[in-house]
């Protein structure tokens, strides 16, 4: 349990982002669960007026429930420290970071976290030749929650090359982040504070674990913990913490996997370090605290109190950066 006084807290969510839907969700959930706890909670859907909206609202600490740009690139970040309100998850320069799946392989592979290979492309090149040999992977680089990924294969009704009129991601956006594709177990690891939780396996019932999967109801079962050997299990709940750590994220992460189990520990890969996990009731990072004990409510609060004491820390040292 977290001994919070009672908080004027905002929970902010919705946006414009293509993950809207699961912003609205997640901080429903987590206005409802601080309004439990007995803190005064005010539910704010961002706007272009937000920062009038919490000057207003006067709140002890912002709960951001953003998914996506701009709630999770950096940008409400700036701005909140601009203002000088204490926030939860990630500052300003780890959400710049950890949204660019570029940007976030220059960071995590160095440290000694292996991550797959790939480039980025001009979508307009995709409809001339094949940037990797066939099975890869097409994402955007500044995306979460699979939005916009395709995967390539010589089956795939996309064509060879890929057709301009073909639905996919090169309709969407200019640039995509090409990857090979590991086969094998798609993996995830939640960090809360400085411990790594669980593993879970994530077993879409067709298809890959894309948006609807992660987000429809039955689509997905989340086998926690996942069944696989202790040593992949060690490996995964490091990676998630090296990784939160190197990348100085807040509050909680979420690093997600692809394990290809005919290679061993060499089959283990990170894709991705998400600094703002849904907290939806399907979420991932709420079941894998209930599987180690924590609650919804008390998760939440745990959330709060780190964004304080972050402040406060920074507060000491004479600053509101990072």
């Known amino acids: 349990m977290n001994d919070l006084p009672k908080l004027k807290i905002v929970v902010l969510m919705g946006g414009w982002a293509n993950e809207r839907p699961v912003s609205l969700m997640s901080g429903n959930g987590v206005a409802d669960a601080l309004e439990a706890r007995g803190h005064d909670v005010t539910r704010i859907d961002m706007d272009r007026q937000v920062a009038a909206r919490i000057a207003e609202a006067a709140p002890d600490v912002v709960f951001n429930a953003l998914h996506g740009v701009p709630g999770e690139d ?13 926030y939860t998850h990630s500052g300003l320069a780890t959400s710049v970071i950890a949204i660019d799946k570029e940007l976030t392989k220059q960071a995590l592979v160095p440290a000694g976290i292996p991550m797959p290979g790939g480039r980025i492309v001009e979508s307009a090149s995709l409809h001339e030749r094949d940037p990797l040999p ?32 073909a639905e996919g991601p090169w309709q969407d956006f200019d640039q995509l982040l090409a990857e090979p594709f590991i086969r094998g177990l798609e993996l995830t690891t939640a960090v809360i504070g400085d411990r790594a939780l669980a593993v879970t396996e994530l077993k879409p019932k067709s298809g890959f674990y894309d948006f ?5 109801d039955g689509m997905t079962d989340h086998i926690c913990p996942a069944d696989i050997p ?21 509050g909680t992460s979420r690093t997600d996997y692809r394990w290809d189990d005919t290679l061993g520990e060499a089959g283990l890969f990170v894709l991705e370090t998400n600094t703002q996990p849904g907290m939806t009731p399907l979420s991932l990072v709420p079941e894998q605290a209930k599987y180690c004990g924590m609650e919804y409510g008390d998760l939440v609060e745990a959330i709060v109190a780190e964004a304080l004491r972050d402040h406060a820390d920074k507060d000491t040292a004479g600053g509101q950066g990072e």
Not at 212 to 216: E, G, I, L, V
Not at 235 to 245: I, S, T
């Open 134 to 165: 066939r099975p890869y992977v097409l994402k955007p680089v500044n995306e979460g929650s699979s939005v916009g990924v395709a995967i390539v294969t010589d089956e795939s009704n996309y064509g060879n090359p890929i057709r301009a009129d």
């Open 230 to 250: 202790d040593n992949i299990r060690d490996l995964c709940l490091d990676y998630a913490l090296k990784a939160h750590r190197v990348l100085g994220c807040k």
């Open 74 to 86: 950096g940008t409400v970040q700036g701005m909140l420290d601009l203002m000088g309100v204490p």
């Open 212 to 216: 609807d999967a992660k987000y429809t």
